[in-house]
């Protein structure tokens, strides 16, 4: 009998702070700075048949602080260095709103909206897949999709959101490659 091949898995990776460094609302492309270990993470990732999709609040658009133009240039930098290394994303999906200064949406993370959307259109498997953020609406974003798991990194926000928050259950792990290499073993 054949085995039902039901959807791809994937890894959810918020981008501020996950794989580049935070910086308050960046915007300009010579501001990213990737974050050491994100190359080799991506390509642990990449070897073992996940999907990289990064799923990124933008705020700083509903804000007035920048454009969606300027989403797309820092997205193509990091494509760029991350290129460098062969370790590329297969896909970005960002959240321009917020519900203060725009509408109500359905992406803004901790909704699963930009989670739900791409695996609609990549086919992905949410029980096979799992998410790594730097604040806990990323890791509520995962749960409301349905992810198999979620960590929390200490890089970025991580650290001081660990420190403030509860966090008593959520995994947490150092930065984006401890996460990788916790979940795939
Ligand atoms: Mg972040
Ligand atoms: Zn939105």
Redesign the pocket.
């Known amino acids: 009998m054949d085995f039902i091949v039901s959807g791809k898995k994937a890894c959810f990776l918020?981008?501020?702070?996950?794989i580049n460094e935070?910086v308050n609302y960046l915007f300009e492309p010579e501001k990213v700075a990737i974050i050491p270990g994100v190359t080799e993470a991506l390509k642990m990732l990449k070897r073992h048949g996940y999907l990289t999709v990064v799923v990124?609040?933008q705020a700083g658009v509903a804000r007035g602080y920048y454009e969606e133009k300027d989403i797309h240039a820092v997205h193509a930098r990091i494509e760029e260095l991350l290129d460098e290394h062969e370790a590329g994303i297969d896909a970005f999906y960002y959240c321009p709103h917020h519900p203060e200064f725009s509408d109500e949406c359905e992406c803004r993370k901790p909704n699963a909206g930009m989670l739900l959307k791409a695996a609609e259109q990549f086919d992905i498997d949410m029980s096979e897949s799992f998410l790594v953020?730097?604040?806990i609406s990323?890791i509520y974003a995962a749960r409301n999709a349905g992810c198999a798991e979620a960590y929390l990194v200490r890089t970025?926000?991580?650290a001081n959101e660990i420190e403030n928050k509860d966090v008593s259950d959520i995994e947490i792990a150092d930065n984006l490659l401890h996460a990788v290499q916790t979940f795939i073993k």
Request: charged fraction near 45%.
């Open positions: 918020d981008r501020d702070g996950v935070e990124t609040n953020g730097d604040r990323d970025g926000h991580g």
